[in-house]
Nanobody
Framework: QVQLVESGGGSVQAGGSLRLSCAAS????????MGWFRQAPGNERDFVAA????????YYADSVKGRFIISRDNAKNTVYLQMNSLKPEDTAVYYC??????????????????WGQGTQVTVSS
């Protein structure tokens, strides 16, 4: 498995921006697709964005498309989530996840075998 540590969460007003980071260690980071998911109280863990292991393909939930950008720096073993034009409905705990090496990028939580501890994002109106 991969050890993942998220950072960058916080509180922001609607329309603001935050950048989440997820630092990975352990298994070869550059061979694994990475995903961001979020979970609000009382809700299931939902897909937000994912990036293929080479970084050539990115995927987004419809609710964040055009506002969020996922990227990765394999030299730094880090994946990022730039969140712009934030809305109150984006409030949730955000989790970084890593898949096993060389697998097709998954948009489901069940497709990932390593998870970070989560970072809280709160957007006020």
């Amino acid at each position: 498995q991969v050890q993942l540590v998220e950072s960058g969460g916080g509180s922001v007003q609607a329309g603001g921006s935050l950048r989440l980071s997820c630092a990975a260690s352990g298994r070869t980071f550059g061979s694994s697709s990475m995903g961001w998911f979020r979970q609000a109280p009382g809700n299931e863990r939902d897909f937000v964005a994912a990036i293929s292991w080479r970084g050539g393909n990115t995927y987004y939930a419809d609710s964040v498309k055009g506002r969020f950008i996922i990227s990765r720096d394999n030299a730094k073993n880090t994946v990022y989530l730039q969140m712009n034009s934030l809305k109150p409905e984006d409030t949730a705990v955000y989790y970084c996840a890593a898949d096993r090496p060389y697998r097709p990028t998954s948009l489901r939580p069940s497709g990932y075998d390593s998870w970070g501890q989560g970072t809280q994002v709160t957007v006020s109106s």
